[in-house]
């Protein structure tokens, strides 16, 4: 299972944000690249004020995080889980057949979830 996947099911929604929103102690999600696929700060790092300016000189323009505070902690049960990727499948009319497509699906199936909220 994948990490945003499984932050979801502990109730845990991440959100996206631009390099000014950034708050001391919010935590990436995934790791920040840069456009030669060099890892800028790894997942899980918990931001400072100082990473403002990195992500801005490489034109980083948003990041996955979640926040030190409580307004994004959400609860999300099976059903919500189960009912979010029935509507999927409804609107999906293909399966993932590799890993980019894989992605997207669960990009969709976060979309869902995070717009039920």
Known sequence: MCLKLAMIYMGIMPKF??????????ELVEP???????VLFPANLKLQMKHVG???TWGIQTIQVISNNNNNVVEIDESDIAEAKEKLSR????LPRNDN???????ALNRILELKL
């Open 91 to 94: 609107r999906m009319k293909w």
């Open 17 to 26: 944000i631009t390099p000014d929103e950034i708050e001391e102690g919010m």
């Open 101 to 107: 497509e894989k992605d997207l699906a669960e990009l």
């Open 54 to 56: 990195i992500l801005k």
């Open 32 to 38: 920040i690249k840069n456009k030669f696929g060099q």
